[in-house]
């Protein structure tokens, strides 16, 4: 029987937060939370098809780190990715398309669930492979300091990644050139079937390995949009002035399984009950403890939800991608010939 | 003008040539700045482009190639070097997973402009693990340009255009052509990628060489002229994008083809050239499609051994020889 892991006890403390970005963090937590709703639902009805790792129970992360970033910014996200990419503002109905198979999808239908970019909002990509967009990221930090945009980079990435050897190179590599870069390991304590810390020799997977390679370290309550908002508004001013790389470890916990139907039924019951009362959706009951009027929340949710009635149903309406695309864009010409 | 200049120094003229003309052009890799690379091919890009454009990185071969995707995809063209062509295993999941997928995967959103550059090939005695040559590998994937140069002039022609292109490309520098000399002319050089190159002319039988082969072909052909056969040499040059009309008028016109690699056996690109003259110019055929490779065996380090295995002048003579008869 596996040992129950709990959440640390909720900190009193209030930060000092501007009331519209406290606005922006519960539009972004209940936007992402009825995406993923939806995609769940949509990958039972057989619509999503593959595979689709969701982020229930995890929103404030994205939602917090987002907010915090600066237009052009970069992010690299995993392939539980879909909160990441809608946090930085890629439109719900080009989320859904991509994820349903369709032309109208953020990449055409030949990226999936797992691999949603949108390099206009500074989504540089989604990848499927445990720890590899760690090295990628630093390229994009290093690009970003050699041209002097003062572009940040951000990359999220799961606890599974931190015993990987390209999570190891990424930190090292990111010190020593001291790349503009935040790290954010969504620590959510399991890994696909298996508790983090039954196989990782440190208590903190990513924190206190970054510590060890001079990174600036900060565990946070990945529940709390407040707190995440905090601490990423720091690391990423910190980068973008040139004070070099930052891990956050945020502790959360995915409500559903790792991925599909998975009904994640291996993890004690009274841990998922903890945790589950602890959902970032919470947020909503310290706005109002907070004075603020609770028609401004309602506002925030009715548009959330006609956004993805409005998006799932233009990804179903939207047609299939022509069967030429199957043959475009191996080549920068646009094309996928290896002959003459 | 032309000069006698090595292998070695079209690495560094090369390199020199394209970071001149683009700021943009950085190169990163093990031991390439101050130490000027362990085979000494990038020696004094430190002092002419200063440490911000030739930079050293730790052991760390993922995030080598990871720095370098990452950047050209937001703006800049690297030149990344991995020391010798077998630790790519290590980083395998960048080059061909990664960079190879990601133009295709986004719908064209992300260019990646990046050259891989690594010692590849055997012939040095280093044993098993670092001689071997892996051009397969990369050609077996869908999304890489594949290059392989066999001496200096096409060497530097062929990196500028590797440079310039928009698409990943891995460059395979063969290892034991360093010390050897060819002739280059002055100013810029600019070749094409996928241009097969014929070397020699023939009408009897067409042999395909990649790299280091390709001498061996030559030397080889003077051989089967002695004999009265006449040997075309074609210098493959690029195994994506595969030159494959020069192979098949060649081959048209000579009626036999013999592919001289240096990989082992088993899926070499000569399989792929053999699968093509089959398909596409069977009917011209008078002879076995004949292939001349590494035995199917990882490569041993004591030098009677390793000539033993490496195709010599004398197994492609055979191998033509059993094609014409």
């Known amino acids: 029987m596996v040992q129950a892991r709990f959440p640390e006890p909720v900190s009193d403390e209030l930060l000092d937060i501007e009331d519209k970005t406290r606005l922006e963090l519960y539009r972004?937590?209940?936007?992402?939370?009825?995406?993923?709703?939806?995609?769940?639902?949509?990958?039972?009805?057989?619509?999503?098809?593959?595979?689709?790792?969701?982020?229930?129970?995890?929103?404030?992360?994205?939602?917090?780190?987002?907010?915090?970033?600066?237009?052009?910014?970069?992010?690299?996200?995993?392939?539980?990715?879909?909160?990441?990419?809608?946090?930085?503002?890629?439109?719900?109905?080009?989320?859904?398309?991509?994820?349903?198979?369709?032309?109208?999808?953020?990449?055409?239908?030949?990226?999936?669930?797992?691999?949603?970019?949108?390099?206009?909002?500074?989504?540089?990509?989604?990848?499927?492979?445990?720890?590899?967009?760690?090295?990628?990221?630093?390229?994009?930090?290093?690009?970003?300091?050699?041209?002097?945009?003062?572009?940040?980079?951000?990359?999220?990435?799961?606890?599974?990644?931190?015993?990987?050897?390209?999570?190891?190179?990424?930190?090292?590599?990111?010190?020593?050139?001291?790349?503009?870069?935040?790290?954010?390991?969504?620590?959510?304590?399991?890994?696909?079937?298996?508790?983090?810390?039954?196989?990782?020799?440190?208590?903190?997977?990513?924190?206190?390995?970054?510590?060890?390679?001079?990174?600036?370290?900060?565990?946070?309550?990945?529940?709390?949009?407040?707190?995440?908002?905090?601490?990423?508004?720091?690391?990423?001013?910190?980068?973008?002035?040139?004070?070099?790389?930052?891990?956050?470890?945020?502790?959360?916990?995915r409500h559903g399984g790792h991925s599909r139907a998975d009904p994640g039924t291996y993890r004690p019951e009274e841990e998922v009950e903890a945790w589950k009362a602890r959902d970032p959706l919470g947020y909503r009951d310290r706005l109002l403890a907070l004075g603020m009027d609770e028609a401004e929340l309602v506002a925030i949710e009715d548009e959330a939800d006609a956004d993805i009635d409005a998006a799932s149903e233009a990804a179903k309406a939207a047609p299939l991608p022509d069967l030429e695309a199957a043959y475009t864009n191996v080549w920068a010409d646009g094309g996928w010939s290896w002959r003459n | 003008m032309a000069e006698l200049i090595t292998y070695r120094d079209a690495v560094k003229r090369a390199i020199a040539q394209e970071m001149r003309r683009d700021d943009s052009v950085y190169l990163i890799g093990e031991d390439v700045g101050d130490a000027g690379g362990v085979f000494k091919a990038t020696k004094g890009l430190l002092d002419e482009f200063g440490p911000v454009r030739v930079r050293d990185t730790p052991i760390s071969e993922e995030a080598i190639l990871g720095a370098a995707m990452g950047a050209a995809m937001t703006g800049l063209r690297p030149i990344a070097e991995i020391m010798f062509s077998d630790f790519l295993a290590t980083c395998w999941d960048l080059v061909a997973v990664e960079m190879a997928k990601t133009r295709y995967m986004t719908d064209g959103q992300v260019t990646l402009p990046l050259v891989i550059r690594t010692a590849n090939g055997g012939g040095l005695r280093f044993g098993a693990q670092h001689s071997q040559a892996v051009e397969n590998w990369a050609m077996a994937v869908p999304g890489l340009k594949v290059v392989a140069p066999s001496n200096p002039h096409d060497?530097?022609?062929?990196?500028?255009?590797?440079?310039?292109?928009?698409?990943?490309?891995?460059?395979?520098?063969?290892?034991?052509?360093?010390?050897?000399?060819?002739?280059?002319?002055?100013?810029?050089?600019?070749?094409?990628?996928?241009?097969?190159?014929?070397?020699?002319?023939?009408?009897?039988?067409?042999?395909?060489?990649?790299?280091?082969?390709?001498?061996?072909?030559?030397?080889?052909?003077?051989?089967?002229?002695?004999?009265?056969?006449?040997?075309?040499?074609?210098?493959?040059?690029?195994?994506?994008?595969?030159?494959?009309?020069?192979?098949?008028?060649?081959?048209?016109?000579?009626?036999?083809?013999?592919?001289?690699?240096?990989?082992?056996?088993?899926?070499?690109?000569?399989?792929?050239?053999?699968?093509?003259?089959?398909?596409?110019?069977?009917?011209?055929?008078?002879g076995p499609l004949t292939r001349v490779t590494t035995p199917h065996i990882p490569l041993p380090s004591a030098d009677a051994l390793e000539d033993e295995v490496l195709p010599s002048v004398q197994r492609i003579v055979d191998g033509c020889v059993k094609a014409v008869s």
């Open chain 1, 28 to 253: 972004q937590v209940v936007r992402l939370r009825r995406f993923e709703e939806r995609a769940y639902r949509l990958f039972m009805d057989g619509l999503v098809k593959g595979t689709s790792h969701l982020s229930l129970g995890m929103e404030a992360i994205a939602a917090g780190v987002a907010t915090a970033m600066r237009e052009d910014d970069y992010t690299f996200c995993t392939y539980r990715g879909h909160a990441h990419t809608l946090a930085r503002g890629v439109p719900m109905d080009a989320v859904m398309g991509e994820l349903l198979g369709r032309q109208s999808g953020v990449c055409g239908g030949k990226g999936g669930s797992m691999h949603l970019t949108s390099v206009e909002h500074g989504v540089m990509g989604s990848y499927a492979i445990i720890g590899a967009h760690l090295v990628i990221a630093n390229g994009a930090a290093w690009s970003a300091s050699e041209r002097g945009t003062g572009q940040v980079t951000v990359a999220f990435f799961g606890d599974g990644a931190t015993n990987i050897g390209a999570f190891h190179e990424a930190l090292n590599f990111a010190k020593v050139w001291e790349l503009p870069i935040v790290f954010v390991c969504e620590n959510n304590l399991w890994m696909e079937y298996t508790p983090i810390d039954s196989v990782t020799a440190v208590e903190h997977p990513a924190a206190d390995r970054a510590s060890a390679y001079g990174l600036e370290s900060i565990i946070v309550d990945g529940n709390d949009p407040d707190a995440v908002y905090d601490v990423a508004s720091r690391a990423i001013g910190r980068a973008r002035s040139g004070g070099g790389p930052s891990m956050i470890e945020a502790k959360t916990y």
């Open chain 2, 155 to 286: 060497l530097i022609g062929l990196f500028a255009a590797a440079v310039r292109d928009d698409d990943p490309v891995l460059f395979f520098e063969q290892k034991s052509l360093y010390p050897t000399k060819g002739h280059v002319e002055e100013g810029e050089i600019v070749e094409e990628l996928g241009t097969a190159k014929i070397v020699r002319s023939g009408t009897d039988v067409t042999i395909v060489a990649l790299a280091s082969m390709v001498r061996r072909a030559e030397q080889a052909a003077d051989e089967l002229a002695e004999q009265g056969i006449s040997a075309e040499v074609i210098d493959l040059r690029s195994l994506v994008p595969l030159d494959a009309t020069t192979i098949i008028e060649s081959v048209v016109k000579t009626s036999r083809l013999v592919t001289v690699e240096e990989n082992p056996r088993l899926c070499g690109w000569g399989s792929e050239v053999v699968s093509l003259v089959a398909e596409e110019a069977f009917w011209h055929l008078d």
